[in-house]
């Protein structure tokens, strides 16, 4: 499975993105999808998973102005954020996995990983 993940960019602080993931070569559905991110010098971290079955789950520092999506007939995965802060400055990622709920934040848990794209939030 390839992923593409796109729709970072440069935005002030409060405004919004919304980061799209394109996958191709498989069949989404089947995958938990997750959204990482990684910002300079630090190392990647979890921020939003959808299960297969529609749960959800968020790092705390992102709940209520985050949403994750998923779009199974176009084989789409979505992270709408909100309210955006300077700390959210990072490179974000998109992944797919099978793992258990238990391990949904390692990164060991997912198998296909986007490039990243660049999310920048100036103050």
């Known amino acids: 499975v390839q992923l593409q993940a796109y729709g970072g960019g440069l935005v002030q602080a409060g405004g919004s993105l919304r980061l799209s993931c394109a996958a191709s070569?498989?069949?989404?559905?089947?995958?938990?999808v997750a959204w990482f991110r990684q910002a300079p010098g630090k190392e990647r971290e979890f921020v939003a998973d959808?299960?297969?079955?529609?749960?959800?789950m968020y790092t705390d520092s992102v709940k209520g102005r985050f949403t994750i999506s998923r779009d199974n007939a176009k084989n789409m995965v979505f992270l709408q954020m909100s309210s955006l802060k300077p700390e959210d400055t990072a490179v974000y990622y998109c992944a797919l996995g099978k793992g258990k709920a238990s391990t949904r934040t390692d990164q060991s848990a997912y198998y296909y990983w986007g490039q990243g794209t660049q999310v920048t939030v100036s103050s």
């Open positions: 959808r299960r297969w079955n529609g749960a959800t």
């Open positions: 070569g498989g069949t989404l559905g089947d995958y938990s």
